[in-house]
């Protein structure tokens, strides 16, 4: 690794790419790392247990790359391991050191798309489980009533890239339905999974077309240029050369490929071997 102090950006997979692209569109200025822990995603329907085990320990690598700062650009890792992480783990390893999710960031805005005040959540069964966008959103905007659905299939088609065939129509319209049939007044769907803004044409075109579909990827942005300004001390401690890195526990050619689809432009990863 060249780059001193690179903001460290986690996903199981691929879908944290999504929310990346946006982080560097916003703040170009500083370095990157990114790691898609491929090899043992999916980690929507692993325990509680697992999730954080895992992500614990990818966290703990991008501290070992020189990160101060780690986003985990992952609902499931977001909802089932961060406030472990803060709270136990970050005292004892580095109270200086910090990990942000990306639920905070969207339950803090979500309120403001909707005028009917009914959002669907379109989610891992991970995410879903831990009602962590439900008890959040409750806090910022209590009177807003919140809908789940869990998409199981969705993030293995993703990871498969199965983009466009049969059973990813079969699946998405699936999802969808399940989700509107809870409540004809919902009229905003957050896509509560970095994988999703992958699916986003054909999320579209089995929703209503005034559905308004939100992807995180600018919402975090936005938050995360706001937390850089409010927090100096961090701010300071994370390098600025314009510098990126990629790594993936699976296989590089499979993440190069897929990444410029879910990045918009070539990326070449290393590998990275966990236990
Ligand atoms: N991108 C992850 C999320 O936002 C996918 C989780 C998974 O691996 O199932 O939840």
Redesign the pocket.
């Known amino acids: 690794m060249q780059t001193a102090n690179p903001i460290g950006v986690f996903?199981?997979?691929y879908?944290?790419l999504t929310v990346l692209k946006e982080i560097i569109h916003k703040l170009p200025q500083y370095d990157y790392v990114y790691l898609g822990d491929n090899a043992r995603?999916?980690?929507?329907?692993r325990s509680f247990e697992t999730v954080y085990r895992y992500t614990l320990e990818c966290v703990k690598w991008f501290f070992d790359q020189g990160s101060h700062l780690v986003v985990l650009?992952?609902?499931?890792?977001?909802?089932k391991a961060l406030r472990t992480i803060q709270q136990n783990d970050l005292p004892k390893i580095d109270k200086d050191k910090r990990v942000l999710g990306?639920i905070r960031p969207t339950t803090e805005l979500i309120g403001n798309y909707s005028e009917s005040k009914h959002i669907g959540i379109l989610?891992?069964s991970?995410?879903v489980s831990s009602s962590s966008y439900v008890l959040e959103i409750e806090k910022f905007y209590p009177g807003l009533r919140v809908y789940q659905q869990a998409c199981p299939m969705w993030?293995p088609l993703v990871?498969n890239n199965e983009y466009d065939n049969h059973g990813t129509d079969f699946f998405v319209k699936k999802y969808i339905q399940q989700l509107l049939g809870q409540d004809e007044a919902i009229d905003t769907i957050l896509l509560?999974?970095?994988?999703?803004p992958l699916l986003l044409e054909k999320i579209k075109e089995y929703s209503p077309a005034d559905m308004k579909i939100l992807a995180q990827g600018e919402i975090v942005a936005e938050s995360l240029a706001h937390y850089l300004k409010r927090h100096p001390e961090v701010e300071s401690k994370c390098s600025k050369d314009g510098k990126r890195e990629f790594y993936t526990t699976d296989s590089t050619e499979d993440f190069d490929n897929h990444a410029r689809i879910f990045f918009g432009e070539p990326v070449r990863s290393k590998h990275l071997n966990l236990s």
Do not use: F, M
């Open positions: 996903d199981s997979g879908g944290g995603a999916p980690y929507g329907n650009a992952c609902n499931t890792a977001s909802a990306v989610a891992t991970g995410t993030v990871e509560a999974c970095t994988h999703y």
